[in-house]
């Protein structure tokens, strides 16, 4: 994006340095790191929108194709549309009798 080398930025510093004086440097360095941050947010918002768009297309696209192949096999391959009596369902096997329990003989 910006290609600053050491020595440009050393001179900058420098300029800075004497044209702000030691005082409001801190400051101002503090409010560009500030408005670089807010720059650096607004653009990663900015390239996950697009990403996300990309997706999207992306996702339609692959639905569409599949679409297409889904309709070509369906053409290639018909299938009887007369349904035929549906098989019975199977009965359930009834209960089996429980084994009598013995009684304790006693008192």
């Known amino acids: 994006m910006f290609d600053v080398a050491p020595t ?3 001179l900058l510093a420098f300029v800075a ?5 030691p005082k409001e ?15 650096r947010a607004v653009a990663r918002q900015f390239r996950s929108g697009f990403d996300e768009m990309v997706r999207e297309s992306e996702l339609a696209e692959m639905e569409k194709k599949w ?11 018909p299938i ?10 199977p009965t359930p096997d009834p209960p089996a009798a429980e084994p009598p329990v013995a009684k304790p003989s006693g008192a």
């Open 8 to 10: 440009e930025f050393m």
């Open 17 to 21: 340095l004497l044209v702000l004086g």
């Open 25 to 39: 440097l801190p400051r101002l360095m503090r409010m560009v790191g500030h408005w670089l941050g807010k720059a």
């Open 67 to 77: 679409r297409e192949e889904n309709d070509r096999i369906m053409r290639e391959n």
């Open 80 to 89: 009887e549309t007369a349904m035929t009596e549906p098989a019975p369902l």
